[in-house]
């Protein structure tokens, strides 16, 4: 496109000259090549369109978005910007063409279009028009000249040029001199293209007239409007100097080779003047510009000319100097030197990457492009060229293409669990002496693919629980590993539904989904249930997901939870059981036995008993292993009716549980010497503080009473139980215990011999209805401390004690 200056505040009426040139090579890799040309005008506002690089090059705007297009160039800066909505190409910044491309006359910006999924790439190319937006400068305000006054027409004197940063038309056209008194202005162009502006003189000088001229000297562009800049000649009148300088050669060559350091002597200009004297004197200066001027400097008197500033073949292959010599009259004459700049191997290649992944899969396809690389010397011939190889022992290959461009590409199968990631290093050397090379590391992640189920670190597991446990409570942790990464590898476990004792397991116990945690949902006892298994499934987090599975056993352990329960004897809420001793009871009688069992297991079980209280503890002993009430002595006359023992049963738990049992015990030969000790067991401190004297009498009244008419109630009520024995046996309560012989290994709890006890009580203390029975050699008495009657049973009945429907029997 090329803009018109006198229309820039007006829409822009563009004339693009667009060239497309698309060319398609088949690479190794399928990518497709393509070069296309836009040409714009310098100075264009930002967001300008430059051209539809989607229409020019037959792309949908889908594929521009989908293959992440962008623009790639060799530096980072960046003028042209793509819209992939739109797929055009806009200006992104202002674009200086005389900033970038200093003094080249063409100026282009070179840049690669970079398309993914597959990889594309195509080659633009944008010529940046210049615009007449720069003036003709002179490097100085004025040029003074001494001009003898002898000399004669059509003396030519050279003036400055004017430096135009524009070109072609747009860069200085003509020069104007004014006045035209006795100069006029004339352009003379060289054999290679370049202008001279001369000054001639046109008549002569009058010193005696005019000592010094003031001249304007004007130079003008031809763009549209047209600018100029100006500089003033300051000529002064000399006396005759008729012999201007010489140069031996209209031409001078000298070849240099780049990074020469400073002073280094480039070559020598030669001129001469026939003048003698200081007419005769050459003084020599170089009439380029800055930039040159920079870079070299001539002694004014000998004409050596040497190096100040650096030289590089890559910005500049050779450099035409003008010299101008001058004598100390003003006469001059010019002459040029072409310096020719010799490449040396100084510049490592470049490497650029053009595109590259990052991540590639695990069942990445062989031959896969990894990355493309653009690799470039900067010098030339073999310093120029460039071979490229990576690191060996890697799943990864480098193929090169046409001009310089090489992709990295997949040349076997890849495991990420085998290895997750690959430092890739390229390395490109030159074929300078010596050689040059430039290398880049690329880190290449291997991404999961789900080909790894998760396995359990065990084949199956096997968990303690003690009974009584908190619901909630944690038992156990599985654990499963996944050899793939990330969301693959995220391993969740799962309760598999089964029954445990006609219940789902899930009632039991549950299983956190992240940690493999497995939780008591509640309480567990050993008693109901002492062990049970379940599955547990390990799944992964995959697409599809894999899956392990593992059995979990949990094994309930018992705890101290149960104290000992008494059996025997039953302890009851309103009547008294005794247990009869007679007075001939020799050391060691069996008085009773205390029967009790406990629901734990193992050494919770263990019972041990221990005489806790007694009314003569010299008297009785218990066993502490079986329970067994026996008599430590003699039992005699002064020992108490009525005896009571406290039994404290123990088991083997930590920390203990225990029980008490109250036993009475009746030291007596016949039940009415011991019937009145116990009829206040339980009643002793029922009376009330508030009786007075008359309820006191009353009861010596009754007691008085009752012990006139027991015998006869006793009399009357055994004939009354003969009549009928059978009706009572049936109705009275009978304890509803009949103990088995129970015993372990340490003997806790055991009866080793087969006791006998027959106990009867009735079920109304009011109604004072009692039987009574023998065992072998052993009495017991029941008695309701209430009853009011008399005794109904005397020892020596036996042959109602020897009928075959006993009340209860322990064996």
């Known amino acids: 496109m090329e803009y018109n200056k006198t229309e820039e505040k007006n829409k822009p009426d563009r004339t693009m000259a667009r060239q497309v040139l698309l060319f398609f090579s088949l690479l190794s890799l399928c990518s497709v090549r393509a070069q296309i040309s836009y040409s714009i005008p310098e100075e264009m506002a930002k967001g300008s369109l430059v051209g539809n690089i989607a229409h020019d090059l037959g792309l949908d705007l889908k594929r521009l978005t989908s293959g992440k297009a962008r ?63 720069n003036p003709p400068t002179f490097e100085k305000g004025e040029m003074k000249f001494q001009i003898s006054e002898s000399a004669v027409s059509g003396a030519k004197f050279v003036l400055e040029r004017a430096v135009d940063r524009d070109v072609g038309k747009n860069g200085v056209q003509r020069y104007e001199l004014k006045p035209t008194d006795h100069f006029s202005m004339k352009l003379h162009s060289d054999a290679d293209g370049n202008q001279k502006v001369e000054m001639i003189l ?131 004459d010019s002459c040029k030197l072409v310096v020719d700049v010799q490449d040396i191997n100084d510049n490592k290649p470049e490497m650029n990457i053009m595109s590259k992944s990052n991540i590639i899969s695990e069942d990445a396809k062989i031959n896969t492009v990894v990355t493309m690389i653009n690799i470039e010397d900067q010098d030339s011939g073999e310093n120029g060229h460039v071979n490229c190889f990576t690191n060996e022992n890697t799943p990864f290959v480098l193929k090169t293409s046409t001009n310089n461009f090489y992709s990295l590409v997949t040349d076997s199968e890849l495991d990420r669990e085998r290895s997750s990631e690959y430092n890739i290093t390229v390395t490109c050397s030159d074929e300078g002496v010596p050689s040059l090379s430039s290398s880049v590391t690329l880190t290449l992640q291997i ?44 391993v969740s476990y799962i309760l598999e539904d089964s029954s445990v004792n006609g219940v789902s397991v899930s009632s039991y116990v549950s299983v956190s989904a992240d940690s493999g945690v497995i939780h008591a949902v509640r309480s567990l006892d050993y008693e109901q249930i002492k062990d049970f298994k379940f599955r547990v499934k390990a799944q992964d987090g995959g697409s599809p997901p894999l899956s392990s599975n593992v059995t979990v056993k949990i094994v309930i352990q018992d705890q101290n939870d149960n104290a000992p ?89 930590q920390p203990s549980r225990s029980a008490t049992v109250i036993v009475n015990v009746a030291v007596a030969d016949s039940y009415p010497e011991v019937l009145s000790e116990f009829t206040d067991f339980t009643h002793d401190k029922e009376y009330n503080d508030n009786l007075t004297f008359y309820l006191v009498l009353a009861l010596a009244v009754v007691s008085f009473l009752f012990i006139t008419c027991l015998v006869v109630i006793i009399s009357v009520k055994i004939y009354r139980w003969r009549q009928s024995r059978i009706l009572y046996h049936s109705s009275l309560p009978v304890i509803p215990y009949c103990p088995p012989r129970y015993s372990d290994t340490l ?41 009011t009657g008399t005794m109904q049973g005397i020892q020596n009945e036996k042959n109602i004690l020897d009928e075959p429907d006993s009340p209860l029997e322990v064996s």
């Open 71 to 133: 623009i790639y160039t060799k530096n980072s800066q960046e003028h042209i910007e793509l819209s992939r909505e739109r797929g055009v190409l806009l200006v992104k910044e202002r674009i200086d063409r005389e900033a970038l491309c200093t003094e080249m006359t063409l100026c282009a910006l070179h840049f690669q279009i970079i398309l993914e999924n597959p990889m594309e790439f195509y080659t633009v190319t944008v010529q940046i028009t210049d615009i007449n937006d």
């Open 202 to 332: 046109q008549k002569p000088l009058d010193r005696e007239k005019n000592d010094q001229l003031h001249l304007v000297l004007t130079a003008v562009d031809g763009g549209d409007p047209q600018m100029s800049g100006t500089m003033q000649i300051i000529i002064t009148v000399l006396d005759v100097n008729d012999n201007a300088p010489v140069f031996t050669q209209r031409t001078y060559k000298a070849t240099i080779t780049e990074n020469s350091p400073t002073g280094t002597i480039v070559a020598t200009v030669t001129a001469s003047d026939a003048d003698q004297g200081s007419n005769g004197k050459i003084t020599y200066l170089i009439t380029d510009t800055l930039n040159v001027r920079k870079i070299f400097d001539i002694n004014e008197e000998n004409g050596e000319i040497s190096l100040i500033g650096p030289v590089d073949f890559e910005k500049s292959r050779f450099f035409q100097i003008n010299i101008l010599a001058t004598d100390d009259g003003g006469l001059t």
């Open 447 to 490: 991404s999961d693919v789900n080909d790894n189920a998760p396995v359990f670190d065990k084949s199956s597991y096997e968990a303690y629980i003690v009974e009584n446990n908190t619901p909630g409570l944690s038992i156990f942790t599985v654990k499963a590993t996944d050899a793939d990464w990330n969301q693959n590898a995220r």
């Open 565 to 653: 329960q008494v059996l025997y004897p039953v302890q009851t809420g309103g009547s008294v059981v005794a247990e009869m001793v007679p007075r001939s009871a020799d050391v060691g009688y069996l008085v009773t036995k205390v029967v009790a069992v406990d629901v734990d297991s193992g050494q919770n079980a263990w019972l041990s008993y221990k005489l806790q209280k007694a009314t003569d503890r010299a008297l009785f002993e218990v066993g502490l292993q079986n329970g067994e009430i026996r008599t430590i002595r003699q039992v005699t006359d002064k020992d108490a009716v009525k005896q009571r023992l406290t039994v404290f049963v123990e088991d083997n738990g």
């Open 747 to 787: 003997g806790t709890g055991t009866l080793p011999h087969v006791y006998n006890y027959k106990v009867c009580r009735t079920s109304d203390s009011r109604k004072s209805d009692c039987k009574f029975g023998t065992a072998g050699s052993q009495n017991v008495l029941i008695m309701d401390p209430s009853s």
